[in-house]
């Protein structure tokens, strides 16, 4: 799991102490470390692109199962899935 975010995001910062919490292991990405724009970002369809375009304001974006998740939307996968 990859947790995609940057600093001073408390969403950020409540996604990991969550994800700690619950004893999951996660890599964190601050994205604005990561990101490289290039010619076609609108079709790459990465985790890095859709955070830094599309969701910049609702970050973290969160890497799992071969897909991006939203912090709301992940808990709610994680609960599901451990229950």
Not at 75 to 83: D, G, H, K, N, S
């Given at each position: 799991?990859?947790?995609?975010?940057?600093?001073?995001?408390?969403?950020?910062?409540?996604?990991?102490?969550?994800?700690?919490?619950?004893?999951?292991?996660?890599?964190?990405?601050?994205?604005?470390?990561v990101?490289?724009?290039?010619?076609?970002?609108?079709?790459?369809g990465?985790?890095?692109?859709?955070?830094?375009?599309?969701?910049?304001?609702?970050?973290?974006?969160?890497?799992?199962?071969?897909?991006?998740?939203?912090?709301?939307?992940?808990?709610?996968?994680?609960?599901?899935?451990?229950?």
């Amino acid at each position: 799991m990859i947790v995609y975010g940057k600093p001073g995001c408390k969403l950020c910062e409540a996604a990991k102490d969550k994800l700690q919490r619950m004893d999951v292991w996660f890599e964190e990405v601050n994205i604005e470390d990561v990101l490289v724009v290039h010619q076609g970002w609108r079709d790459d369809g990465s985790c890095e692109v859709l955070a830094w375009y599309m969701l910049h304001e609702t970050l973290p974006v969160i890497w799992y199962r071969d897909r991006c998740w939203g912090y709301p939307e992940l808990m709610r996968e994680l609960r599901r899935v451990t229950a």
